[in-house]
């Protein structure tokens, strides 16, 4: 078919299809390029997709990409350190997937509340929401969301000073991780076994573990590769 003719055609198919659904994929391409964005440490840009993705979602109704949108922008926010904001898209998304029966998005959503509590020191509703996504990531198979949970809760042991628990968690996430977990879920659970490490003084184990952290998110270039490199260079 002649070029002319095919755009022809594409710009009818296109004038078809309902505006709802149209919507609906600009959506879905915004929290896609969110979530590249967010990949490279740009998180402004990450921020600005996911709000016009947020907005397109309520626009439509569609609950389930609002609850991700939410949950992504908190992401955005736990990256950057601003924990109480993240906690509060963080409750947002997770009422709505708990009202849509999203068990999937439950449970990122309470390993990622985990994450932020743990960084405003409120160890106790950490841990709590880490048990529960550990939990329930077992419940619908998800290892490598396991293997989060289970790094959540050694990073809350080494906190209270339980080094020798904490390690026992942190071994058991590599494995899980790579059964069914990506790439950075493998790289975060070889370095919460490196900082569990280097808590209870075996230095040789925690550079190990935090050379595997190193080579996988390099491989997917990932910004938390940086920050592994500063710790390598901290312990020589």
């Known amino acids: 078919m002649p070029a002319r003719t095919s755009s022809r055609a594409c710009e009818a198919d296109r004038d078809s299809v309902p505006p709802a659904w149209q919507s609906f994929g600009e959506a879905s391409a915004l929290g896609n390029l969110g979530w590249v964005r967010q990949r490279q440490g740009r998180y402004q840009e990450a921020a600005s997709c996911n709000k016009q993705s947020l907005d397109l979602a309520r626009e439509i109704g569609n609950r389930d990409g609002e609850a991700w949108a939410l949950g992504r922008l908190g992401v955005i926010d736990l990256q950057q350190g601003r924990f109480q904001q993240a906690v509060g898209y963080l409750q947002q998304a997770l009422a709505l997937f708990r009202g849509n029966g999203s ?37 619908i198979g998800d290892p490598g969301r396991e293997a989060d949970a289970l790094n959540g809760l050694g990073d809350v042991l080494v906190r209270t000073g339980e080094a020798g628990q904490a390690r026992a968690h942190h071994a058991a996430a ?9 790439p950075q879920q493998q790289a975060r659970a070889h370095s919460g076994l490196a900082s569990a490490c280097h808590a209870s003084g075996d230095s040789v184990q925690a550079r190990h573990h935090w050379q595997e952290a190193l080579s996988r998110y390099a491989a997917v270039g990932a910004a938390e590769a940086e920050e592994i490199r500063a710790r390598l260079a901290m312990a020589d």
Request: hydrophobic share 40%.
């Open 174 to 182: 590599p494995r899980l991780a790579a059964e069914g977990g990506s």
């Open 103 to 139: 068990t999937i998005g439950e449970s990122e959503i309470l390993f990622r509340l985990g994450e932020a509590y743990l960084g405003l020191d409120r160890y106790e509703q950490a841990a709590g929401n880490f048990d529960r996504a550990l939990a329930m990531s077992g419940d």
